[in-house]
Protein backbone atom coordinates (compact mmCIF):
# COMPACT_ATOMS: atom_id res chain seq x y z
CA UNK A 1 0.00 0.00 0.00
CA UNK A 2 1.21 3.68 -1.29
CA UNK A 3 1.21 6.37 1.49
CA UNK A 4 0.10 9.28 -0.80
CA UNK A 5 0.55 13.35 0.33
CA UNK A 6 -3.08 14.16 0.20
CA UNK A 7 -4.16 11.23 2.81
CA UNK A 8 -1.70 12.89 5.24
CA UNK A 9 -2.18 15.86 7.55
CA UNK A 10 -1.13 19.48 6.04
CA UNK A 11 2.29 20.66 6.41
CA UNK A 12 2.64 23.57 8.77
CA UNK A 13 5.96 25.08 7.15
CA UNK A 14 6.35 23.65 4.09
CA UNK A 15 9.34 24.98 3.28
CA UNK A 16 11.29 22.43 6.00
CA UNK A 17 9.50 19.24 4.30
CA UNK A 18 7.67 16.26 5.67
CA UNK A 19 10.64 14.74 7.81
CA UNK A 20 11.33 17.83 9.89
CA UNK A 21 7.92 17.85 10.79
CA UNK A 22 8.19 14.04 12.03
CA UNK A 23 11.29 14.84 14.10
CA UNK A 24 9.58 17.82 15.71
CA UNK A 25 6.50 15.49 16.49
CA UNK A 26 9.06 13.24 17.99
CA UNK A 27 10.57 15.62 19.67
CA UNK A 28 7.65 17.48 21.51
CA UNK A 29 6.63 13.18 22.70
CA UNK A 30 10.35 13.60 24.62
CA UNK A 31 9.70 13.17 28.42
CA UNK A 32 13.40 14.43 29.48
CA UNK A 33 13.34 18.01 29.20
CA UNK A 34 17.70 17.84 29.20
CA UNK A 35 16.90 15.51 26.49
CA UNK A 36 14.16 17.29 24.67
CA UNK A 37 16.32 20.50 24.79
CA UNK A 38 19.51 18.75 23.08
CA UNK A 39 17.58 16.62 20.56
CA UNK A 40 16.11 20.34 19.84
CA UNK A 41 19.66 22.24 19.52
CA UNK A 42 20.55 19.28 17.28
CA UNK A 43 17.41 19.86 15.14
CA UNK A 44 17.69 23.32 14.47
CA UNK A 45 21.35 22.48 12.89
CA UNK A 46 19.84 20.09 11.17
CA UNK A 47 17.33 22.76 9.18
CA UNK A 48 20.01 25.13 8.70
CA UNK A 49 21.48 22.32 6.56
CA UNK A 50 18.19 22.67 4.44
CA UNK A 51 19.26 26.28 3.71
CA UNK A 52 23.03 26.17 3.60
CA UNK A 53 22.97 29.59 1.43
CA UNK A 54 21.21 31.50 4.25
CA UNK A 55 23.80 33.71 6.10
CA UNK A 56 24.92 33.22 10.15
CA UNK A 57 23.79 35.53 12.22
CA UNK A 58 21.38 36.37 15.33
CA UNK A 59 18.44 37.33 12.87
CA UNK A 60 18.11 33.86 11.11
CA UNK A 61 19.03 31.67 14.33
CA UNK A 62 16.14 33.34 15.84
CA UNK A 63 13.79 32.76 12.68
CA UNK A 64 15.19 29.03 12.52
CA UNK A 65 13.78 28.81 16.51
CA UNK A 66 10.48 30.39 15.88
CA UNK A 67 10.07 28.06 13.15
CA UNK A 68 10.47 25.11 15.33
CA UNK A 69 7.83 26.58 17.88
CA UNK A 70 5.33 27.33 14.94
CA UNK A 71 5.59 23.40 13.71
CA UNK A 72 5.58 22.51 16.71
CA UNK A 73 2.41 24.63 17.67
CA UNK A 74 3.44 26.11 19.99
CA UNK A 75 3.88 23.27 21.89
CA UNK A 76 7.71 22.53 22.20
CA UNK A 77 8.79 23.50 26.06
CA UNK A 78 12.60 23.59 25.72
CA UNK A 79 15.66 25.54 26.74
CA UNK A 80 16.33 27.81 23.80
CA UNK A 81 18.55 31.16 22.91
CA UNK A 82 14.95 33.10 22.26
CA UNK A 83 11.38 33.05 23.88
CA UNK A 84 8.96 31.45 22.15
CA UNK A 85 7.02 34.01 20.06
CA UNK A 86 3.59 35.38 20.29
CA UNK A 87 1.12 33.07 18.65
CA UNK A 88 -1.20 36.08 18.06
CA UNK A 89 1.42 37.66 16.22
CA UNK A 90 1.40 34.57 13.62
CA UNK A 91 -0.87 35.20 10.71
CA UNK A 92 -1.34 38.97 11.50
CA UNK A 93 -1.84 41.07 8.74
CA UNK A 94 0.82 44.08 8.33
CA UNK A 95 -0.34 47.50 8.64
CA UNK A 96 -1.53 49.15 5.75
CA UNK A 97 1.15 51.38 4.48
CA UNK A 98 0.07 54.85 2.65
CA UNK A 99 1.34 56.26 -0.55
CA UNK A 100 3.62 59.08 -0.30
CA UNK A 101 1.73 61.86 -0.59
CA UNK A 102 4.80 64.72 -1.51
CA UNK A 103 4.30 66.08 -4.81
CA UNK A 104 8.13 65.72 -6.61
CA UNK A 105 8.46 68.19 -8.50
CA UNK A 106 10.59 66.62 -10.72
CA UNK A 107 10.50 62.74 -10.86
CA UNK A 108 14.12 62.52 -12.72
CA UNK A 109 15.44 64.29 -9.80
CA UNK A 110 13.88 62.24 -7.05
CA UNK A 111 12.73 63.36 -3.33
CA UNK A 112 16.01 62.87 -2.25
CA UNK A 113 17.41 65.93 -4.55
CA UNK A 114 14.58 68.21 -2.89
CA UNK A 115 15.81 67.28 0.65
CA UNK A 116 19.68 68.12 -0.37
CA UNK A 117 18.25 71.50 -1.89
CA UNK A 118 16.26 72.07 1.54
CA UNK A 119 19.29 71.46 3.65
CA UNK A 120 21.13 73.86 1.29
CA UNK A 121 19.13 76.39 1.58
CA UNK A 122 19.43 76.74 5.77
CA UNK A 123 22.96 77.08 5.25
CA UNK A 124 24.59 80.92 5.56
CA UNK A 125 28.48 80.26 4.76
CA UNK A 126 29.07 81.55 1.46
CA UNK A 127 31.66 78.59 0.94
CA UNK A 128 29.48 75.89 1.77
CA UNK A 129 25.99 77.16 -0.28
CA UNK A 130 28.77 76.92 -3.59
CA UNK A 131 29.48 73.11 -2.29
CA UNK A 132 26.11 72.12 -1.89
CA UNK A 133 25.30 73.39 -5.00
CA UNK A 134 28.41 71.99 -6.50
CA UNK A 135 27.72 68.70 -5.33
CA UNK A 136 23.64 68.50 -6.32
CA UNK A 137 24.36 70.14 -9.77
CA UNK A 138 26.72 66.99 -10.21
CA UNK A 139 23.94 64.34 -8.66
CA UNK A 140 21.13 66.30 -11.09
CA UNK A 141 23.57 66.15 -14.28
CA UNK A 142 23.89 62.40 -13.70
CA UNK A 143 20.15 61.62 -13.11
CA UNK A 144 18.89 63.94 -15.84
CA UNK A 145 21.43 62.27 -18.71
CA UNK A 146 20.37 58.40 -17.24
CA UNK A 147 16.26 59.56 -17.38
CA UNK A 148 17.00 61.76 -20.71
CA UNK A 149 20.14 60.11 -22.08
CA UNK A 150 21.18 63.44 -22.89
CA UNK A 151 23.70 66.15 -22.30
CA UNK A 152 22.01 68.39 -19.82
CA UNK A 153 23.42 72.34 -20.15
CA UNK A 154 24.74 73.44 -16.83
CA UNK A 155 22.45 76.54 -17.07
CA UNK A 156 19.09 73.96 -17.39
CA UNK A 157 20.09 72.50 -13.74
CA UNK A 158 20.72 75.66 -12.34
CA UNK A 159 17.23 76.70 -13.12
CA UNK A 160 16.53 73.58 -11.81
CA UNK A 161 17.99 74.04 -8.39
CA UNK A 162 16.48 77.97 -8.17
CA UNK A 163 13.05 76.71 -9.26
CA UNK A 164 12.72 73.58 -6.52
CA UNK A 165 14.40 76.15 -3.51
CA UNK A 166 11.93 78.40 -4.62
CA UNK A 167 14.66 81.24 -5.39
CA UNK A 168 16.22 81.12 -1.95
CA UNK A 169 19.38 79.54 -3.69
CA UNK A 170 20.53 82.11 -6.39
CA UNK A 171 23.96 81.65 -8.25
CA UNK A 172 25.25 83.03 -11.27
CA UNK A 173 25.88 80.70 -14.33
CA UNK A 174 28.75 82.12 -15.38
CA UNK A 175 30.21 81.56 -11.85
CA UNK A 176 29.01 77.94 -12.25
CA UNK A 177 30.97 77.60 -15.59
CA UNK A 178 34.22 79.02 -14.03
CA UNK A 179 34.31 77.39 -11.56
CA UNK A 180 33.39 73.88 -13.37
CA UNK A 181 31.30 73.16 -10.32
CA UNK A 182 28.73 70.73 -11.80
CA UNK A 183 31.21 69.21 -13.97
CA UNK A 184 30.84 65.14 -13.46
CA UNK A 185 33.54 62.55 -14.29
CA UNK A 186 31.66 61.84 -17.83
CA UNK A 187 32.23 65.65 -18.24
CA UNK A 188 35.89 65.98 -17.46
CA UNK A 189 37.01 62.87 -19.55
CA UNK A 190 34.91 64.17 -22.85
CA UNK A 191 37.44 67.47 -22.29
CA UNK A 192 40.24 65.74 -21.73
CA UNK A 193 39.62 63.50 -24.70
CA UNK A 194 38.65 66.66 -27.06
CA UNK A 195 41.96 68.53 -25.86
CA UNK A 196 43.98 65.18 -26.97
CA UNK A 197 42.63 65.36 -30.36
CA UNK A 198 42.15 69.00 -31.11
CA UNK A 199 45.55 70.08 -33.27
CA UNK A 200 47.82 72.38 -31.67
CA UNK A 201 47.96 75.81 -32.98
CA UNK A 202 51.40 76.95 -30.93
CA UNK A 203 55.03 76.88 -32.89
CA UNK A 204 56.18 73.38 -34.07
CA UNK A 205 60.08 72.99 -33.53
CA UNK A 206 62.02 70.45 -35.41
CA UNK A 207 64.97 68.94 -34.42
CA UNK A 208 68.16 67.76 -36.62
CA UNK A 209 70.82 68.61 -38.54
CA UNK A 210 71.22 72.37 -40.07
CA UNK A 211 70.62 71.76 -43.98
CA UNK A 212 73.50 73.65 -45.36
CA UNK A 213 72.88 76.48 -48.07
Same mark, same amino acid.
Given at each position: =?? &???????????? @???????????? +???? &??????? #???????? +???????? =????? &????? /?? %?? /????????? %?? %???????? !? @?????????????????????????? @???????????????? #???????????KT??????? @????? #???? &?????????????????????? +?? %????????????? !???PS???????? !?????
Amino acid at each position: =MY &EYNTNKSDLILR @EYGRNIQKLVNY +LISI &EDRDKRT #ESAHTLIE +LMKQINPR =MKEGS &EYNQK /LW %DD /LYIMSNFRL %DV %DSPFPMPE !K @ELLGKKPQHVRYNQNRIRYKHYGRNI @ELLIEKARGLSDEQEI #EASVGSIGKLMKTFYSAWNR @EVVDD #EVIL &ENIQEISGGKIKKDIKEIRDKN +LF %DTYRDKSRSQKTR !KTTPSTGRQTTTG !KRRRS
